[in-house]
C-alpha cells in the first residue's frame, strides 16, 4: 500500500508542477500588449517655465484608424496642441499600420520650481480600421524630466569677477 500512495503523491505532485509550469509560461504572453502603445515612456527633456514642442512616438501590432491623442498635465504641465485643438494626431495622418512608428506632437510648459520628473497622462481614442469599427482606448503614462536652469547662461559673469 505504502508503494501505490508514493506513486499517486508523485503523480500529483508532477501534476501540480506542469500546471504551475503552463500558468508561468502563459503569464508573459498574456501580457503582451497590444494595440498602440508608447515606443517609450521617457519624453525628451524640456526647461522650466518655458513652452516646448516633445513628440510622443507611438507603435502598434495592429491597424489603428481615427486616431486621437489627449495628454493630461495635471497641475504641474501646461498641454496643448498643433493648431489650438483639443487633441493631436499623428504627424502623417490619423493612421498607423503595424510595424510602423508615428510621432503626434504636444506642446508642453511645465509649472515648476525645481528639476524633477512629472507625469504625464496620454489617452488614446481609436478604431481598428473596421467597416463597423467601435472606438476602443488606450492609456499610457508618460515621465517628462524638467530642468530648472540656475543661474545665467555659460560665460556669463558677475561684474568684476572673470
Request: charged content about 15%; hydrophobic content about 40%.
Amino acid at each position: 500500500m505504502s508503494t501505490i500512495k508514493r506513486v499517486i503523491a508523485a503523480v500529483a505532485l508532477a501534476g501540480a508542477a506542469g500546471s504551475v509550469a503552463a500558468v508561468a509560461a502563459a503569464g508573459p504572453a498574456s501580457a503582451v500588449a497590444r494595440g498602440p502603445q508608447p515606443v517609450s515612456n521617457r519624453l525628451t527633456a524640456v526647461k522650466a517655465n518655458t513652452a516646448s514642442w516633445v513628440n510622443i512616438y507611438w507603435r502598434t501590432n495592429r491597424p489603428v484608424c481615427n486616431a486621437k491623442v489627449a495628454v493630461d498635465g495635471g497641475r504641474q504641465v501646461r498641454v496643448s496642441y498643433p493648431g489650438l485643438r483639443r487633441t493631436t494626431t499623428f504627424t502623417t495622418g490619423n493612421t498607423l499600420r503595424p510595424g510602423r512608428t508615428a510621432a503626434t506632437p504636444i506642446r508642453v510648459n511645465p509649472i515648476a520650481r525645481r528639476s524633477g520628473v512629472v507625469v504625464l497622462r496620454a489617452s488614446m481614442s481609436y478604431t481598428d480600421c473596421g467597416r463597423h469599427a467601435r472606438t476602443q482606448w488606450t492609456r499610457a503614462n508618460l515621465s517628462l524630466p524638467v530642468i530648472r536652469q540656475i543661474g545665467g547662461a555659460p560665460g556669463n559673469h558677475r561684474p568684476g569677477h572673470r
